[in-house]
């Protein structure tokens, strides 16, 4: 994902990726390949507004403690952000969707992400500690140009033709295949991959 480098820093991969829970309460753990898809997690338009978790500005500061941004930035997050947050994300998934069905995304989505990216992003400074930290002066609107930059990164790079969806025809998580063969089907072999080999499985013992 070419670019990203100058506001993005990308846990390693031993530690990669969200934590989720299935309808049925099983954890585990999903790497969505890019921060602009982890934000599409949180719900999403149409049937997925069910799924809706971003209501209040602590929900915003939740996904970002557990996205892939490190170290975790210390926001100052308004009732506004929170609903630009919603409308980016939604954005994201509408041309997430489109892109992976082959489909132009409305021109409209991309206006949505290109106005997000045109605001200042994250910016990343070297604390008295040596360490590397965020600017202080982090507000919700530079979380998502962070996001946003990420989704141009994605839409415009190489890794374009990668984004999928889960191959279980019960799951609608989106991702970027990272891995260096590209044949990555599932959201997480732990839980969806796994799903299908049970399921083989007790199809060939009923056969």
Not at 75 to 82: A, G, P
């Amino acid at each position: 994902m070419g670019g990203n480098w100058y506001f993005c820093y990308v846990e390693p991969p031993a530690t990669r990726g969200l934590m989720l829970h299935s309808r049925t309460g099983v954890a585990y753990r999903f790497d969505a390949g890019a921060l602009c898809l982890e934000l599409l997690t949180t719900g999403g338009p149409g049937l997925h507004h069910r799924f809706e978790v971003l209501h209040r500005p602590a929900d915003l500061t939740a996904w970002t403690e557990r996205s892939r941004l490190t170290p975790t930035p210390e926001l100052r997050i308004s009732d506004v952000e929170v609903a630009d947050a919603r409308r980016l994300r939604d954005a994201l998934f509408r041309a997430a969707v489109a892109h992976i069905r082959g489909e132009s995304p409305a021109a409209r989505d991309f206006e949505i992400i290109n106005q997000a990216a045109s605001h200042p992003s994250l910016a990343p400074v070297i604390g008295s500690d040596g360490k590397r930290r965020w600017s202080e002066t982090a507000s919700g609107t530079h979380l998502l140009a962070t996001v946003a930059r990420d989704a141009v990164d994605l839409f415009t790079g190489t890794l374009a033709r990668r984004i999928r969806t889960c191959a279980d025809e019960d799951c609608g998580l989106i991702y970027v295949d990272t891995s260096r063969p590209g044949r990555r089907r599932w959201c997480s072999m732990e839980y969806c991959g796994n799903r299908h080999k049970v399921r083989a499985l007790r199809a060939r013992q009923d056969a």
